[in-house]
């Protein structure tokens, strides 16, 4: 074994984001609009989760979707067939929203008569961390084949979002994934977060995670 | 089902990276060590693989890994143990390394004495993509659980890329995954990528990408 080392490398410094995000999110509640900003991994199911979830609370909520994406106009398609009011938002090769790109987005949907409305970032742990989009809540899914050590990879996802998800649970025997250790290592960065897993493919866990939702965007409505 | 739309948002310029991307590459090149950029979606194996191809190259080669991540150690000291010599880059939350940030990261670690550099990149398939790191070749793992229509989502990264290693192919029959669709969707976008199915956790496929491999770092150390 040869000795390795750590070094840092600076980073740019972004301009005011957080004022126009603090701005949006006013809008969006005198509105009674309840804007969740979903965040995650390519491939860990953002975007079946998000089928599920309307199928679940389509009958009592109107729902809208802002799918971010680099390119490809799939995952709009997608969550316009199981029924919500969908935009496809190209970011030109950006990985990440930030509050502005949310807010040109919400405008080409029209939030009229919508009460809750899904932000599917960009697929990626980082960058969307960065930037407050506006959003009420946020949320990320980390799925089961990713891995349980992923905390301590990409810690300020893990530490600013509300709830996590974990996705894929129904593969959990084929992954060498431990549950508890995943919650220790979330709860450590995040004590308050809300954990609950779920398969997207089964359909296990969606009740809670729309029990979550509901209960969310009543509070956010009656504020 | 209700209309959707796509609207574009601008993304900024970025400096003169491709010029500084040459110098090194040819300065690496004057020095007979083969730089590879290895990229994937978190999770998706990439410090198995890196394990796996250390263990069968080891004995013929003198390999050096530069793991780049916002935060953690764990990589480095994983391949370490291996037997490379390894450099943890943090990156202070920037989603990818340039040119400048990857011969930062080769100073501090070295290269004397180096056959080959792995530079395993920050887990994601946008930011990486959109820099010339100065490395010889790029590669890119995409693990069967993420999904067979990532060529879709992400088609900057699949072009770009010289070797594809489709991993986690030992959970195939878990996952709807179609293998000939991927490949059609990689070929049509590079129709001179190689692809490779492997199984970092069995051990499939490894011989091949080290073939691929072996045979890289000979030309490049005769060009």
């Given at each position: 074994m040869e000795a390795f080392r750590v070094i840092e490398i600076k980073q740019s410094v972004f301009d005011n984001n957080d004022r126009k995000a603090g701005e949006l999110r006013e809008e969006l509640r005198r509105g009674g609009v309840f804007m969740l900003n979903l965040m995650s991994s390519p491939g860990s199911g953002k975007t079946t989760t998000l089928v599920r979830t309307i199928e679940a609370l389509k009958g009592e909520f109107a729902i809208g979707i802002l799918e971010a994406d680099i390119d490809s106009d799939v995952d709009a398609r997608t969550v316009a067939l199981a029924g919500a009011r969908a935009v496809q938002v190209h970011t030109?090769?950006?990985?990440h929203l930030d509050a502005d790109m949310t807010a040109q987005g919400l405008e080409a949907m029209g939030?009229?008569?919508?009460?809750i409305v899904v932000?599917?970032?960009?697929?990626?742990?980082?960058?969307?961390?960065?930037?407050?989009?506006?959003?009420?809540k946020n949320a990320m899914i980390l799925s089961v084949?990713?891995?349980?050590?992923k905390p301590l990879k990409y810690p300020a996802m893990f530490s600013m979002a509300d709830v996590l998800l974990v996705n894929k649970i129904d593969a959990m025997s084929f992954f060498d994934f431990d549950m508890e250790k995943l919650v220790d290592r979330v709860k450590k960065l995040n004590p308050g977060i809300r954990i609950i897993p779920i398969s997207a493919k089964t359909g296990e866990g969606i009740g809670e995670w729309a029990d979550w939702l509901r209960a969310e965007t009543k509070k956010w409505k009656q504020a």
């Amino acid at each position: 074994m040869e000795a390795f080392r750590v070094i840092e490398i600076k980073q740019s410094v972004f301009d005011n984001n957080d004022r126009k995000a603090g701005e949006l999110r006013e809008e969006l509640r005198r509105g009674g609009v309840f804007m969740l900003n979903l965040m995650s991994s390519p491939g860990s199911g953002k975007t079946t989760t998000l089928v599920r979830t309307i199928e679940a609370l389509k009958g009592e909520f109107a729902i809208g979707i802002l799918e971010a994406d680099i390119d490809s106009d799939v995952d709009a398609r997608t969550v316009a067939l199981a029924g919500a009011r969908a935009v496809q938002v190209h970011t030109a090769g950006m990985c990440h929203l930030d509050a502005d790109m949310t807010a040109q987005g919400l405008e080409a949907m029209g939030t009229d008569g919508l009460d809750i409305v899904v932000l599917e970032n960009i697929g990626n742990l980082i960058c969307t961390a960065e930037f407050d989009t506006g959003a009420a809540k946020n949320a990320m899914i980390l799925s089961v084949p990713e891995g349980d050590d992923k905390p301590l990879k990409y810690p300020a996802m893990f530490s600013m979002a509300d709830v996590l998800l974990v996705n894929k649970i129904d593969a959990m025997s084929f992954f060498d994934f431990d549950m508890e250790k995943l919650v220790d290592r979330v709860k450590k960065l995040n004590p308050g977060i809300r954990i609950i897993p779920i398969s997207a493919k089964t359909g296990e866990g969606i009740g809670e995670w729309a029990d979550w939702l509901r209960a969310e965007t009543k509070k956010w409505k009656q504020a």
